[in-house]
């Protein structure tokens, strides 16, 4: 059964801070992997995703993949309170049409 | 970009009734959509996969007569909740894949309380 495991949190940081979030999945048939914000009460925002292995930069994020680790990681750099959220991590067998697996989520608590 | 438009986004129903969820997607054909299901503090649940002119395919567990999806055209598919009770009570996600390949986009999400 594919499963994808995140930290449940509470991960709080200062304002300004770096806030590391980590994820792990255990098909390794898994292709592509996504990092969604999700505020409470409101569905999913897709923050970035991710495919190759190495890093991959998008203004404040980063995005890490290691296939060999089955590990997949989110930096925000500079955080600002505005990023407290939760931070689902999930995975697809490709691009397109395959369904995605989402972990439980990390709830972020940026302190002012 | 391609929009999924959710309706309603909040609904309160009694116990024995049913609702109807409809997820239209606005600038784009949506051959196929997925339906979350998340309780609180918990993750998306799939649910189903819709894919327009054919059956739903329901994950396991997911009671294929209590929610009825239809995906009759290329930009609507619909969730119904039927004989709703209270532990149906979630918040209910439309998903349909978009348009640049790896772009997943989501409906704004119908809470649903069944009282």
């Known amino acids: 059964q594919k499963e994808v495991e995140q930290n449940s949190g509470p991960l709080s940081v200062p304002e300004g801070a770096i806030a590391s979030l980590n994820c792990t999945y255990s098909?390794?048939?898994?292709?592509?992997f996504f990092w969604y914000r999700q505020y409470s009460g409101k569905s999913p925002e897709l923050i970035m995703f991710?495919?190759?292995?190495g890093d991959k930069e998008d203004g404040r994020f980063t995005a890490q993949l290691n296939k060999a680790s089955q590990y997949v990681s989110l930096l925000i750099r500079d955080s600002q309170p505005s990023d407290s959220a939760t931070y689902l991590c999930?995975?697809?067998?490709?691009?397109?049409?395959?369904?995605?697996?989402f972990g439980k989520g990390t709830k972020l608590s940026v302190i002012p | 970009g391609a929009v999924v438009s959710q309706h309603p986004s909040r609904v309160i129903c009694k116990s024995g009734t049913s609702v109807k969820i409809e997820c239209r997607s606005l600038?784009?054909?949506?051959?196929?959509m997925f339906w979350y299901r998340q309780f609180p503090k918990q993750s998306l649940m799939l649910m189903a996969t819709?894919?327009?002119?054919?059956?739903?395919?329901?994950e396991q567990g997911v009671e294929k007569d209590k929610f009825l999806i239809n995906h009759a055209s290329l930009t609507l598919s619909t969730l119904t909740v039927t004989s709703a009770h209270p532990e149906d009570s979630s918040f209910y996600i439309c998903?349909?894949?978009?348009?640049?390949?790896?772009?997943?986009?989501f409906g704004s999400g119908t809470r649903l309380t069944v009282v």
């Open positions: 999930a995975s697809s067998s490709g691009a397109g049409s395959y369904q995605l697996t």
């Open positions: 098909d390794r048939g898994s292709q592509s």
């Open positions: 991710i495919y190759s292995n």
């Open positions: 600038d784009f054909q949506a051959t196929t």
């Open positions: 819709s894919n327009e002119g054919s059956k739903a395919t329901y």
């Open positions: 998903s349909a894949p978009g348009t640049s390949g790896y772009g997943y986009t």
